[in-house]
């Protein structure tokens, strides 16, 4: 069984970073995925950001790219989002998410997810 834990939210005022975490546990093997998707009030989840854990490849959404950064410690079998230049539009609950299966083509696919996070609120005021 794979379990999630992230941290790392808050609140913050627009044009201000945030970085979170997610620490996964358990039998992943080496070939995984982890991703970070959101959802805001009234909203459905959506796609952010993914790293393919071997290799490192990553891929994020249009509308958080070059202003929010994934990576990874591979030691730790901890991903990070670094987000700065935070928008009031950021806002929203952010969930860590692991796919055991994927392909870089799979990684923005929020179907692909097996696993998830208890999810983590991040609050940008404007």
């Known amino acids: 069984q794979v379990q999630l834990v992230e941290s790392g939210g808050g609140l913050v005022q627009a044009g201000g970073s945030l970085r979170l975490s997610c620490a996964a546990s358990?039998?992943?093997?080496?070939?995984?995925?982890m991703g970070w998707f959101r959802q805001a009030p009234g909203k459905e989840r959506e796609f952010v950001a993914a790293?393919?854990?071997?290799?490192?490849?990553?891929i994020s959404a249009g509308s958080v790219k070059g202003r929010f950064t994934i990576s990874r410690d591979n030691a730790k079998k901890t991903v990070y989002l670094q987000m700065n230049s935070l928008k009031p539009e950021d806002t929203a609950v952010y969930y860590c998410?692991?796919?055991?299966?994927?392909?870089?083509?799979?990684?923005?696919?929020?179907?692909?997810?097996?696993?998830w996070g208890q999810g983590t609120q991040v609050t940008v005021s404007s």
């Open positions: 358990g039998r992943t093997g080496s070939s995984f995925t």
């Open positions: 998410a692991l796919d055991l299966w994927g392909t870089i083509a799979t990684m923005p696919q929020i179907q692909q997810y097996e696993y």
């Open positions: 790293i393919r854990w071997a290799g490192g490849s990553t």
